[in-house]
C-alpha cells in the first residue's frame, strides 16, 4: 500500500502524518506492506521519522541519467542517499505534463533499479482511449517499453500500478471487475517474459478510498493500491490499509 503525496505536503503537517502512520503501520499484519512517495525536498525527513519503523519511503520520479547537466533533475543514486525504497515512474500526470514517452518511462525504471530501488511503473488508459475500444491496446504499449527493455530477473523486482486516468483525482474508481480485468490481463503480459508473475505486486491506483478499498483488494489480481488523496488523511489511509489487511492473503 503506497501512499502518493504528490505536490503535497509541508515539514510541519508531514511530521504529523508521517508520525501516525508509522506508529499504527507497525500494528497492521497479514503482511501489509506500507509506502509514502513524498516531494523530494522531505526525504530527509521521511528518513529521519521512518526509519526505525516498518514504513518505507519513495520518490515520485527520477532523472533517465545518472548525473551531469540535467538541471532540476534528480538522480536514483541521490535518492539512495536517503534510504528510499520505492519510485514511481510513467505516472500519467507525468506522461501527460512532461510528455514522457514510453521508451523515457523505461528508461527511468532502468535507472531505479540500477540503483537498487524498486520502481513502480505506473500504467493506464484515458477516458477516451477506453470508450474507442479496449484499454489493453494501451496498457500492453506502456507496459512492453518497459518489460522488453528488462531481464526476467529485473522484472521480478518490479512493482506495476495500473491507474486508469478517469478514475485519478476525480472521486470515480474503476469498478472492481473494471480493474481485474485490466489486472489480469498485466498478469498475462509478465507471465509471457518468464518472470514469475506472481511475484510483481500489481497494485490499483485512482480514488481508492476507504469505502471502495475492500471490494477492490479483494479481486484476484489486486495485490495492493496505490493511493493519492486518501493517503494524505492518516485516518484514511489506515482505513485503507485495513481493508487490505482484512482481504489479501
Ligand atoms: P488518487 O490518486 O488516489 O487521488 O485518485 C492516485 C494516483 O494518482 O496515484
Known amino acids: 500500500m503506497v501512499g502518493n503525496w504528490k505536490m503535497h505536503g509541508r515539514i ?7 508520525t501516525e ?3 499504527w503501520a507497525s500494528a497492521l499484519q497479514n503482511d501489509v506492506h506500507v509506502g509514502v512517495c513524498v516531494p523530494c525536498p522531505y526525504l530527509a525527513q521521511s528518513q529521519a521519522l521512518l526509519s526505525e519503523s516498518v514504513v518505507r519511503w519513495g520518490i515520485q520520479d527520477v532523472s533517465a541519467h545518472t548525473h551531469g547537466a540535467y538541471t532540476g533533475e534528480v538522480a536514483a543514486e541521490m535518492a539512495a542517499d536517503f534510504g528510499v525504497t520505492y519510485v514511481i515512474v510513467g505516472h500519467s500526470e507525468r506522461r501527460a505534463y512532461h510528455r514522457e514517452s514510453p521508451e523515457l518511462v523505461a528508461e527511468k525504471a532502468r535507472r531505479a533499479l540500477d540503483a537498487r530501488l524498486t ?3 505506473c500504467v493506464g488508459e484515458t477516458l477516451e482511449q477506453r470508450e474507442l475500444g479496449s484499454p489493453e491496446r494501451v496498457i500492453a504499449e506502456q507496459l512492453d517499453a518497459v518489460l522488453d527493455a528488462m531481464t526476467a530477473e529485473q522484472v521480478a523486482s518490479i512493482v506495476i500500478a495500473y491507474e486508469p486516468v478517469w478514475a485519478i483525482g476525480t472521486g470515480k474508481s474503476a469498478t472492481a471487475e473494471q480493474a481485474q480485468d485490466v489486472h489480469a490481463f498485466v498478469r498475462s503480459k509478465l507471465a509471457k517474459t518468464g518472470a514469475a508473475a506472481d511475484v510483481v505486486p500489481v497494485l490499483y491506483g485512482g480514488s481508492v478510498k476507504p ?6 483488494f479483494a479481486q484476484q489480481d ?3 493500491g ?7 488523511k492518516s485516518k484514511d489511509f489506515l482505513a485503507i490499509c485495513q481493508a487490505a489487511q482484512t482481504v489479501l492473503q
Open 222 to 224: 489486486i495485490d495492493g
Open 119 to 121: 520502481p513502480i511503473v
Open 12 to 18: 510541519k503537517e508531514n511530521a504529523a502524518l508521517l
Open 211 to 216: 469505502e471502495n478499498a475492500q471490494e477492490l
Open 226 to 232: 496505490l493511493i493519492g488523496g486518501a493517503s494524505l
Open 21 to 23: 502512520v508509522a506508529a
